[in-house]
């Protein structure tokens, strides 16, 4: 019986600009971008995923943010549920808001 031992990650990167993390992702074109993790790990553990390397997300400033501007939001896709509960997102948009408060 031959085992195979799972293969080791090569690189993770953690950049703290979106143009360090595509220049990262076009670099690296295998790697896996990441955020949370949360579903990116079970795979992993699961055997189901080996990425060749992670590009972690969670630095960068620009994908927690949020703007609102003439009626419209641009919500960043890391922006927290803890931060659209803060007052001052609630007061732009309530009903989106509550539903953070509730998740």
Do not use: C
Request: proline share 7%.
């Amino acid at each position: 019986m031959t085992t195979h031992a799972p293969q080791a990650m090569q690189s993770v990167t953690l950049p703290t600009s979106l143009d360090e993390a595509v220049a990262a992702l076009g670099a690296m074109p295998a790697a896996v971008p990441v955020a949370g993790g949360t579903d990116l790990m079970a795979a992993v553990n699961k055997g189901l995923l080996r990425p060749s390397g992670l590009v972690g997300l969670g630095r960068i400033s620009e994908l927690r943010g949020w703007h609102y501007q003439d009626g419209h939001a641009l919500l960043g896709a890391g922006l927290t549920h803890a931060r659209m509960g803060r007052p001052d997102f609630a007061a732009l948009i309530p009903a989106l808001a509550a539903s953070a408060r509730a998740a």
